[in-house]
């Protein structure tokens, strides 16, 4: 009878739990690690409960007390709860699990490319930003589930896509200085990883500077002590990146660029600029004309096989020139200037549901078929410079990684190897490969989804309409065929496309760039050729 008591609490115990906290957290902490079940409270009580378990476990470096909070909130059933509670749920499962994965990485794990805890934060995250629970959160709760889902992408590689959630979070809350600091530790690692040095000035400037307002935290109390002593320590380390004092302000200030000669090519580069389309790590800066080149490349080479050296700038040049084929394709389709005049004498039947059928449609449909296609092309650039010895007829994206087509066992020269942003690139890969991270109507639109759009568009068929239509019962004109999207729906989707691409192409530069830097350069032959920029009267 007295373990059957230990072992569940009752509303009058969780009210006096709840008094004795923050001060007596370790005695609570005791206390909840002997429940077994929250399933007799109401289920306010049941999340708060879990939330003290994973909140104040992870401040003790508990990893008992986060474990038995992730056991209590499996047993809970998310279908019985309305939004608000099935988004409060989500966001604590999440944070769980991303500090459960946190104390492993203490332990010197850092470098596991293979980590279920962080599948399972990423993906109860994305429950928790869904469009149907994120606005039912507290404020402070949507902030830190962007916050923290841009933290979980910065610190498995995908360190470029990471900051679209903490724009998100500074967005909906500009005072909320544990997103800053976030991000100016994001700026931190971008910098570090950029080659360019000009870039990289900029991005560690924007990373010190993040982080200065960041400490302001410490008069408003949002972030813990630890939290603030680790933007402390990134602060030392950035000042150490300089050797001196950080460069003043001015650094920022971008001179003017030319955006181009005519308006068509001005509106077009302030375009890309918006939606940071160019393959420029300025863009990830500011949206000022100078970022507005695609000057991203491999660095340099070194091989004793020259061959080896042509082959992959070949190849790096095809992913450009068609990724940025893809983004001038995606401008052209998402600026209509009236009919097109190839669509002019056009036979086409009206069947009553809005249909929008155009060479504009069409040019939306062929830029996200033609930025997914370069993730194979990518694994084929892969495949070759780290020579996993695979068929080129029998290279993919999702299972590069493996040892054998559709396995699941890391080849030996990934699994654990110290290349963040290569390591990005595979967890980029697994949006696309595992199901189970795709979540309908998240605000993260996961790759998956954008797989499956790509298979309509290539093997099935996609019908753009002019707005979002209700089906109609079937057997009223229904198409039993077509996938319907809005027109503008599908656009967003484009861009998401092209921007994961982007982010994909940057990773594969600095993974290439970080491995050259390894190599023993003087063992290596001076390479023989020198390459200069391709001109644009042979392109």
């Avoid at 009878?1 to 957290?25: F, G, H, I, K």
């Avoid at 709760?141 to 470029?160: A, H």
């Avoid at 690139?425 to 490969?433: A, E, F, N, P």
Wanted: glycine share 6%; charged share 30%; aromatic share 10%.
């Amino acid at each position: 009878m007295e373990a059957e008591q230990t072992s569940r609490l009752t509303a009058l115990e969780v009210r006096s739990l709840q008094d004795l906290l923050p001060e007596y957290r370790e005695e609570v902490i005791d206390r909840l690690k002997m429940v077994e079940s929250v399933e007799n409270l109401f289920s306010r009580n049941q999340l708060r409960v879990i939330g003290w378990l994973v909140d104040h476990g992870a401040d003790i470096d508990s990893r008992i007390a986060i474990s038995a909070g992730i056991d209590l909130a499996k047993d809970l059933d998310p279908s019985s709860l309305d939004a608000e509670l099935r988004g409060m749920l989500n966001y604590r499962l999440g944070t769980a699990y991303s500090n459960r994965m946190s104390l492993e990485a203490d332990r010197g794990d850092e470098w596991l490319w293979e980590n279920t805890d962080r599948e399972h934060a990423i993906r109860h995250y994305r429950l928790a930003i869904q469009e149907d629970t994120v606005d039912e959160l507290s404020p402070l709760e949507q902030w830190r589930s962007f916050t923290n889902l841009g933290n979980l992408y910065s610190t498995i590689g995908r360190f470029v896509e990471a900051f679209d959630f903490w724009n998100e979070a500074l967005i909906r809350q500009p005072y909320f200085f544990p997103a800053r600091g976030q991000r100016g530790i994001g700026f931190y690692t971008y910098g570090r990883h950029d080659y360019d040095e000009g870039h990289r000035a900029v991005l560690l400037k924007k990373a010190y500077d993040e982080i200065e307002k960041a400490k302001m935290d410490r008069l408003v109390g949002l972030s813990p002590e630890k939290t603030l002593q680790q933007f402390d320590r990134y602060q030392t380390r950035i000042t150490a990146e300089f050797k001196s004092s950080p460069p003043s302000d001015e650094i920022l200030d971008f001179e003017e660029s030319d955006l181009g000669d005519s308006d068509e090519e001005r509106a077009y580069r302030r375009w890309g600029l918006r939606h940071r389309l160019f393959l420029n790590t300025l863009n990830d800066v500011t949206d000022e004309p100078i970022a507005a080149q695609d000057t991203l490349h491999l660095g340099q080479l070194l091989d004793a096989r020259t061959e080896r050296i042509v082959t992959c700038l070949g190849l790096w040049n095809h992913l450009v020139e068609e990724y940025v084929t893809a983004r001038y394709l995606l401008y052209q389709g998402s600026h209509p200037d009236g009919p097109h005049f190839a669509d002019k004498e056009v036979s086409l039947t009206n069947t009553l549901d809005y249909p929008v059928h155009s060479v504009y449609g069409e040019q939306l449909k062929i830029a996200l078929r033609t930025a997914y296609s370069l993730f194979d092309k990518i694994a084929q650039f892969i495949n070759y410079y780290f020579e996993c010895g695979r068929d080129t007829e029998d290279v993919s994206f999702t299972d590069i990684w493996f040892q054998n087509r559709h396995g699941s066992t890391l080849q030996e020269k990934f699994s654990g190897r110290a290349n963040l942003p290569l390591r990005g690139l595979y967890w980029l890969s697994k949006d696309l490969r595992d199901d189970s991270l795709r979540i309908e109507n998240s605000l993260d639109l996961a790759g998956r989804e954008l797989t499956e759009l790509r298979n309509g568009v290539e093997h099935r068929y996609v019908k753009l309409t002019a707005w979002e239509t209700t089906e109609r019962p079937a057997g009223h004109f229904t198409d039993e065929l077509a996938t319907k999207m809005a027109r503008d729906e599908f656009e967003t989707k484009a861009v998401t496309m092209l921007r994961k691409t982007r982010a994909a192409l940057i990773y594969l530069a600095f993974a290439v760039n970080l491995e050259e830097e390894r190599k023993p350069s003087r063992e290596l032959p001076a390479m023989p050729l020198e390459f200069g920029a391709l001109r644009n009267t042979l392109q």
